[in-house]
């Protein structure tokens, strides 16, 4: 990993090529998957009150999703005083920027953002 949390892709040329394949039994899992790691309980609720069409009987099962508990992890908080204070206006904005985005939107913009004031 470098110093920005990116990871590199070397991208090498391999003599011997392998295909791997992974499969799920546990139907349960693969809706946990799919639903990007929502918890069983919400699962159930959307196969209870049929929600999602097609959706299986959702058992929790007795394992955890080590994804989950990772993204869970403590993290430490936001400083709440700074060593440095703005002493002009606009010297410090704050925004929100999301792009490039697909597609473009009506004014053929791809990229938008949010000042947080």
């Given at each position: 990993?470098?110093?920005?949390r990116?990871f590199?892709?070397?991208?090498?040329?391999?003599?011997?090529?392998?295909?791997?394949?992974?499969?799920?039994?546990?139907?349960?899992?693969?809706?946990?998957?799919k639903y990007?790691?929502?918890?069983f309980k919400?699962?159930?609720?959307?196969?209870?009150?049929?929600?999602?069409k097609?959706?299986?009987?959702?058992?929790?099962?007795?394992?955890?999703?080590?994804?989950?508990?990772?993204?869970?992890?403590?993290?430490?908080s936001?400083?709440?005083?700074?060593?440095?204070?703005?002493?002009?206006?606009?010297k410090?904005?704050?925004?929100?920027?999301?792009?490039?985005?697909?597609?473009?939107?009506?004014?053929?913009?791809k990229?938008?953002?949010?000042?947080?004031?």
């Amino acid at each position: 990993m470098s110093g920005n949390r990116m990871f590199p892709l070397l991208n090498e040329v391999v003599k011997d090529q392998t295909c791997l394949k992974s499969t799920i039994q546990d139907p349960s899992w693969l809706w946990h998957y799919k639903y990007e790691h929502l918890n069983f309980k919400g699962l159930k609720i959307l196969q209870i009150k049929n929600i999602v069409k097609g959706l299986p009987p959702i058992q929790a099962p007795s394992q955890i999703c080590e994804e989950c508990v990772i993204a869970k992890q403590h993290r430490d908080s936001f400083p709440k005083t700074s060593n440095w204070r703005a002493n002009q206006v606009f010297k410090l904005i704050h925004l929100y920027l999301c792009g490039p985005m697909n597609p473009a939107s009506n004014g053929n913009k791809k990229v938008f953002c949010y000042l947080n004031r």
